[in-house]
C-alpha cells in the first residue's frame, strides 16, 4: 500500500480489545471501505483492492468485529517460495481508538503468518507517526531502513522488521549456546567454541579460547584484514581438545585464494594449506569429499553431533565474504543457525543471531562460498574416549 501501514494504532492501545478478531470475508467489504475512508485522508485502499485482498489466497485480510460493526482490519502479504510477511496495512476505527484493538490485530497478524510458514514480519510507517512508532517497537519490531518519499505528500517511511518464528525443540534435543565472535575474523573459532561447549560443559567458553582456536587454524591471509580460519585448521583444533570431527569438503582446492592476486600471498597459503592437509592425515580425521546435505547435518544433530558450517554472507549481510555458522537445530521448515557477528551498529543483539531460521532449501544455497562454490563443514562429535585424549584446552602452537 501506498500508504502508513498503521498510522491509527496508537501506543496507548492496550486495554481489552471489545471484539473478536476473524478472518474477513465479502460480506465485510462495505464495512472496510468505510473504515478506510474515515481513517485515512490520502493512499486508500479502494473497494476494488479490498475484494481482492479477500480472494487471494496468499494475504491474510483480519478484521476487529464489534457488536454492530467493524472495529479494525490488518492485511498482511504473504509470497509463495519466501519465509518473509509484509504488514501491508492496519486501522482502527477512530472511536474504538484507545481499547487494544491494535494490539490485538498485530498479535493475530503475527500468528496468521507464523503458520502460513513465516518467519519474519517488516512494515513500513511514516516516520512522523510517533504512536504507532512506539507501538510497534513495545512489541519487538526494530528499525533496519528507511524509504524517502514513500507516501503521497513525499514523507519518509521508516522500515521495521521482527522476527516472529523460533526454534521450539524438544527436551532431548541437544541445547547448543550461544558465543559472539570478539573480533571481526573470529567467526569460525566462536562457532567452534559454540559446538565444544554443546557437547561438553566443561570446555571453555571465553575470549582468551576464542584467540587461541584463532591463532590454530588461521589461514594468515584473507583478500584484506587478519586471516580466516579454514576447515582443517578448524578441525586440528578441536582434535587436539578430543573432540572427534570429520571434514566434509565438495574438493581439495586451496580454501580462500580466489581473492588473493597477490602471487606470494597465494604460494604461503597454498603452502599452509598443504601442511593443515598432512596434520589431518596423520592426526586420522577424516577427510569426505562429499558435502553434506541438510538431511544429514538433522540426522547428525539427532546423534548430538554439530555442524560447523562454510556460508556466504552475503544472503545474510550482503557482503561477499566467507563466513562460519553453527546449525543449532533443524526441523521440517527450517534450519536454525547461530551466527556469531552481532553488529551492534546496526542495532543487533544477541535475539537476532541466534537460533535464526533459514528455509532448507535456501540454506542449501547460501553454504557455498566464492566462484567456485567451494563448500566445507565440520562435524563435531562428542570427546573420544581413549587414552592420550588432549585437555579442554590446548596450548597454542608455538
Keep these: 500500500m501506498q500508504g502508513d501501514a498503521s498510522h491509527t494504532a496508537t501506543a496507548a492501545d492496550t486495554a481489552p480489545a471489545p471484539a473478536v478478531v476473524r478472518e474477513g470475508t465479502l460480506d465485510d467489504l462495505d464495512e472496510l471501505v468505510r473504515l478506510e475512508d474515515e481513517s485515512f485522508d490520502s493512499d486508500r485502499l479502494s473497494r476494488r483492492s479490498f475484494r481482492r485482498f479477500l480472494q487471494n489466497d496468499t494475504d491474510d485480510l483480519l478484521v476487529a468485529a464489534g457488536p454492530s460493526r467493524l ?63 512506539a507501538l510497534y517497537r513495545k ?30 525443540g524438544a527436551r532431548s534435543d541437544l541445547f547448543v549456546p550461544y558465543y559472539n565472535q570478539t573480533t571481526p575474523f573470529t567467526c569460525g573459532p566462536a562457532c567452534l567454541l559454540m559446538a565444544m561447549h554443546a557437547l561438553d560443559p566443561v570446555s571453555p567458553l571465553e575470549q582468551r579460547e576464542e584467540l587461541r582456536l584463532w591463532r590454530e587454524a588461521t589461514t594468515i591471509f584473507m583478500t584484506s584484514g587478519h ?28 580454501l580462500f585464494i580466489d581473492g588473493l592476486r597477490d602471487d606470494a600471498k597465494r604460494q604461503v597459503l597454498t603452502v599452509v594449506h598443504e601442511d593443515y592437509h598432512e596434520q589431518a592425515l596423520a592426526a586420522g580425521i577424516p577427510i569426505v569429499f562429499q558435502p553434506l546435505g541438510v538431511e544429514q547435518m538433522q540426522q547428525g544433530l539427532a546423534r548430538h553431533v554439530v555442524p560447523v558450517v562454510l556460508i556466504s554472507s552475503y544472503r545474510l549481510t550482503r557482503e561477499k565474504a566467507p563466513h562460519w555458522v ?20 546496526r542495532g543487533e543483539t544477541e535475539t537476532d543471531k541466534t537460533f535464526v531460521p533459514i528455509d532448507r532449501a535456501a540454506f542449501t544455497r547460501m553454504a557455498r562460498f566464492g566462484q567456485s562454490s567451494m563448500r566445507a563443514t565440520l562435524l563435531i562429535g562428542p570427546r573420544r574416549r581413549r587414552r592420550g585424549a588432549r585437555p579442554a584446552s590446548a596450548p597454542a602452537p608455538a
Excluded at 229 to 236: S, V
Excluded at 326 to 334: G, S
Design 227 to 254: 586471516g580466516g580460519c579454514g576447515p582443517r585448521g578448524l578441525a586440528l583444533a578441536a582434535h587436539r581438545r578430543g573432540f572427534d570431527v570429520t571434514i566434509h569438503l565438495n574438493d581439495d582446492r586451496v
Design 326 to 345: 553453527v546449525v543449532a537445530a533443524i526441523d521440517r521448515d527450517f534450519v536454525y543457525i547461530h551466527d556469531p557477528d552481532i553488529k551492534p551498529e
Design 71 to 133: 472495529l479494525g482490519y490488518i492485511l498482511l502479504l504473504t509470497h509463495r517460495g519466501t519465509r518473509l510477511a509484509r504488514l501491508y496495512s492496519i486501522c482502527v476505527d477512530r472511536a474504538a481508538r484507545g481499547q487494544g484493538i491494535a494490539e490485538a490485530l498485530m498479535a493475530a497478524g503475527e500468528d496468521a503468518v507464523r503458520s502460513a510458514g513465516c518467519a519474519h514480519l517488516r512494515l513500513e510507517v511514516r516516520r512522523d507517526n510517533e504512536p504507532a512508532i
Design 139 to 168: 512489541l519487538g519490531y526494530r528499525l533496519f531502513g528507511t524509504i524517502p518519499n514513500y507516501y503521497e505528500d513525499d514523507q519518509e517511511a521508516l522500515r521495521f522488521e521482527k522476527r516472529i518464528r523460533y526454534y521450539s
